[in-house]
């Protein structure tokens, strides 16, 4: 019996030494995950971003940093073939090409149309790249007597036309998360972009409205005009980012060439116009980052 008791003793210790070898690998096996022990070899994979290229900026350049975001993908393609030093990294289902231009590293992204995705592509932008700046361009339909075809505009002031809680008491595009109407360019920024255009350009400063609709109807016009009289042209992001960029305390600008004019032709006029509008504008951001 004794000797039944010693056995049974001596097997429960083993038992008991194997299951705390066992837990103490485990734990070690457990710690190589943590956070720490991970290499994190950029600002950007801290956040998510999946790397799509090999080679990596994690170097902080102590240079200004612009992000540029377009909705079309001819609306950013030249300043893409003319970042040098470029990586491209995914995140959030959007692919950033980071690179330097001029003097300046640049963060570039293809959000594709409407607010939403303006608006999520630059939350995206800024927790990931944090950027010093923010710009958007590329085409919009002309609102304003005074523009054509081609023409250009700088933002001063953003709004967001259709953002519409007007039956419980707030006015047209009221952002209740900024207790506004209007988001408010950089001006600085927006100077010395105007500064790079050519002297025969028609560059007119002032409002851009924004909403998830094209305009081409004239009640769609008419809605815009009433509520908002100094509003130069619509497109369907710059609002969006200029939202996203004023809750971030990130300041930002909107450069748009006129690619229609918002009327019953806008359709046929987008069509033949958007990709020379969407570059022209973009053209002027690169002389801008050239300058
Ligand atoms: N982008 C270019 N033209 C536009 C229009 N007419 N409405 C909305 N977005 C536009």
């Given amino acids: 019996m004794k000797m039944k008791m010693r056995k049974f003793v001596t097997c429960l210790m083993a038992t008991l030494l194997l299951a705390s070898a066992l837990l103490l690998m485990s734990c070690g096996n457990a710690k190589t995950e943590t956070k720490e022990d991970v290499p994190v070899t950029s600002e950007n994979e801290a956040a998510g971003a999946e790397k799509v290229s090999d080679k990596d900026i994690s170097e902080p350049s102590g240079r200004t940093k612009i992000g540029i975001i377009a909705a079309l993908s001819c609306e950013l393609e030249i300043l893409k073939e003319a970042l040098t030093d ?23 992204m293809q959000c594709g149309m409407g607010k939403v995705s303006a608006g999520a592509g630059a939350q995206a932008m800024i927790t990931a790249y944090n950027p010093d700046y923010i710009i958007n361009t590329g085409c919009a339909g002309a609102l304003a007597e005074e523009l054509a075809v081609g023409d250009i505009v ?34 600085d920024l927006s100077d010395k972009i105007c500064a790079v255009f050519d002297e025969e350009e028609n560059v007119i400063r002032g ?85």
């Fill in 86 to 108: 470029d990586v491209v990294e995914s995140l959030a289902g959007t692919e950033f090409y980071c690179g330097t231009i001029g003097n300046y590293d640049v963060v570039l």
């Fill in 154 to 187: 700088v933002a001063d002031k953003t709004v967001e036309w259709d953002l519409d809680t007007i039956d419980i008491g707030n006015p047209r595009g009221y952002v209740s998360s900024l207790d506004k109407v209007e988001m408010t360019a950089d001006k």
């Fill in 207 to 291: 409002m851009v409205v924004s909403g998830d609709q094209f305009v081409d109807k004239p009640e769609q016009r008419e809605l815009i005009l009433s509520a908002f009289p100094e509003a130069l042209c619509a497109e369907m992001e710059g609002a969006a980012i200029g939202h996203v960029c004023e809750q971030n305390g990130v300041p930002f600008c909107v450069v748009r060439c006129m690619s229609d004019n918002a009327n019953g032709d806008s359709g046929v006029n987008f069509a033949e116009f958007s990709e020379i509008a969407g570059e022209k504008s973009a053209s002027y951001l690169l002389a801008f980052l050239n300058a």
